[in-house]
C-alpha cells in the first residue's frame, strides 16, 4: 500500500488534474500491478480518505469512477471489491442456450479437443494487437447438452502472455470455463468483450465436430476479448446449433 503521503511525493505530485483523478490512477496501479487481487476487499473508503490525506468526499469520486470503470464492485453492507471479470455471468456467461424466453437454460458440458501451439496468421493477430510473427496458442473445445455436440468454439491466445498454458492438464479446461481458468492461473480479469454474430454454412472439418450435414446453417459468434487498459488476450470463433435452442444474452 502506498503511505499517507503518496499523492503529495507521488509522481502525480506536479499533475494539475483533480486530486480525485490522481488518488484513482494510484488505486488502478495497485489494481492492475497485482497488489489488490480479483475479490480482494479494498480499504473502507474513511481509512483511505486518513492514509491519503484527502476528504471523504475525493474517495468517494474516485471509487465512483473505477467502480463505473469495471474495476471494482460493490456489495451493500460488506464494501467494495476488486472486480474479477466483470460481466454477468456466473459459469457458461457466453454459451447460454433457451428454447424460449421463458425456458430454463441448457445444462452445458465441456470437452476439451486439444491445445496446439501455431503461428500467427489474420485476423487474430491482428484483433489481438500482435505482430503478425507472434505465435498463438489455439484451445480447441466443444460443448455438449446431454451427448449433443451443440458449440464448437476455437479461442487464440497471445504465447507471450501465458507462457505455460501447454502445461495445463485437460481437466482444467473442462471443470472450469476459459475466463475463469485464465483469471485463477494468471490474475487476468476479463473486463469487457465485443462479439458479432451471423449465419454461416458448416464446413466440412466443423460439420464433423459437431456431427452435422456439409452445409447446415450455423451461428458463428466472433469473440474478442479485453482485461485491463482495454488490452486484447483472447480472439475465439465459436460455431453453434441452433436449431433446438437459441442464443440467449441480457444487454
Known amino acids: 500500500m502506498v ?30 500491478s497485482g497488489q489488490w487481487e480479483p475479490g480482494a476487499r479494498i480499504s473502507p473508503e474513511r481509512e483511505l480518505a486518513r492514509m491519503y490525506s484527502v476528504s471523504i468526499g475525493t474517495v468517494k ?7 463505473q470503470q469495471g474495476f471494482l464492485y460493490r456489495i451493500q453492507g460488506k464494501g467494495t471489491f476488486v472486480a474479477g471479470t466483470t460481466l454477468k455471468r456466473e459459469s457458461l456467461r457466453y454459451y447460454r442456450l433457451l428454447r424460449n424466453l421463458l425456458d430454463d437454460e441448457a445444462v452445458l458440458k465441456i470437452k476439451f479437443i486439444e491445445l496446439t501451439e501455431r503461428g500467427g496468421f489474420y485476423p487474430a493477430n491482428r484483433q489481438l494487437g500482435l505482430r ?12 455438449f447438452t446431454g451427448k449433443k ?22 481437466s482444467n479446461f473442462e471443470r472450469d470455463t476459459l475466463y475463469h481458468t485464465l483469471e485463477k492461473r494468471y490474475n487476468l480479469p476479463t473486463i469487457s468483450n465485443q462479439e458479432l454474430f451471423g449465419a454461416v454454412p458448416a464446413q466440412e472439418k466443423i460439420a464433423k465436430m459437431l456431427q452435422v450435414p456439409v452445409g447446415t446453417a450455423l451461428l458463428q459468434i466472433e469473440m474478442l476479448s479485453f482485461t485491463y487498459r482495454q488490452q486484447p488476450y483472447e480472439y475465439r470463433l465459436s460455431y453453434c446449433i441452433t436449431h433446438e435452442r437459441k442464443v440467449y444474452a441480457e444487454i
Open 3 to 32: 503511505n499517507r503521503s503518496a499523492l503529495s511525493q507521488s509522481k502525480f505530485a506536479h499533475d494539475p488534474t483533480p486530486v480525485y483523478f490522481k488518488l484513482q490512477k494510484i488505486l488502478l496501479e495497485q489494481i492492475e
Open 61 to 67: 469520486k474516485a471509487v465512483l469512477n473505477l467502480v
Open 132 to 143: 503478425l510473427k507472434e505465435n498463438l496458442y489455439e484451445v480447441k473445445r466443444m460443448f
Open 149 to 170: 455436440p451443440v458449440i464448437y468454439s476455437i479461442s487464440y491466445l497471445p504465447q507471450k502472455m501465458f507462457k505455460d498454458l501447454k502445461d495445463l492438464t485437460p
